[in-house]
């Protein structure tokens, strides 16, 4: 089946510093990888939905500046939090999914990452 | 845009019994209603979907249902077991563009 591997799965840093986490899709090419972000206790919110090759689409109340992804090809999305603050500690889940063709890729999630800012 | 709502927030069974988590849906162009199991500090495990063609899905112990009239769906586990202790969460989309998740069930399974 479909695996998406996400590293680190656990990361600290200090505040004001950048940290990048990283989304592969191991055996098939993502047309689509999405961002999310997870509370404790809550349900996962989309942060922004990225193409290959294309800018990230960012839902409301984003901050694209803050929440760099990059989709530079079609098995590998980074998400890059920038200028870190002890609010943006979370669980960062990453999505592959791929369009067209015969084969049922559905969305395919990762491990995610448990990033805290102290 | 899409709205989910996902009943009950926690759902307690005893193991053998069955457990049952329906959410329903807004927006009648949704045609992908998938459901996640997510353990603690793991991402979500696809566990069964179906597409809006399809009315009943099964596989062993899990079962899925829609109603795309009434835009509603539903998981259906069977004879339960402590390693079904997690949280459940539905899913709808369009396929290929983004997924909009329901506020989730906690399932406890007492032996």
């Known amino acids: 089946g479909a695996v998406v591997s996400q590293h680190p799965s656990r990361v600290i840093c200090k505040s004001g510093t950048s940290v990048k986490i990283e989304c592969r899709s191991l055996d098939f090419q993502a047309t689509t990888m999405f961002w999310y972000r997870q509370f404790p206790k809550k349900s996962l919110m989309l942060m922004a939905t990225?193409?290959?090759?294309?800018?990230?689409?960012?839902e409301q109340g984003v901050e694209k500046d803050k929440f760099l992804i990059n989709h530079a090809s079609l098995t590998l999305s980074t998400l890059t939090v920038t200028s870190a603050h002890p609010e943006d500690s979370s669980f960062y889940i990453c999505?592959?999914?791929?369009?067209?063709?015969?084969?049922?890729?559905?969305?395919?999630f990762g491990s995610g990452t448990r990033l805290t800012v102290v | 845009g899409e709205n989910v709502e996902q009943h009950p927030s926690t759902l307690s069974v005893q193991e053998g019994d069955s457990a049952v988590i329906k959410c329903t849906y807004s927006d009648s162009a949704s045609n992908y209603f998938p459901w996640y199991k997510q353990e603690l500090g793991k991402g979500p495990q696809l566990i069964i979907d179906?597409?809006?063609?399809?009315g009943e899905k099964k596989d062993q112990r899990i079962a899925v249902t829609l109603n795309k009239t009434a835009k509603h769906f539903s998981l259906h586990i069977t004879e339960t077991q402590p390693e079904d202790s997690a949280v459940y969460f539905c899913a709808v989309a369009e396929y290929g563009n983004k997924l909009v998740f329901g506020a989730g069930t906690i399932l406890r399974v007492k032996s």
């Open positions: 990225s193409n290959e090759g294309s800018k990230a689409t960012y």
């Open positions: 999505s592959a999914t791929r369009t067209g063709g015969q084969a049922n890729y559905g969305y395919t």
């Open positions: 179906i597409r809006s063609n399809v």
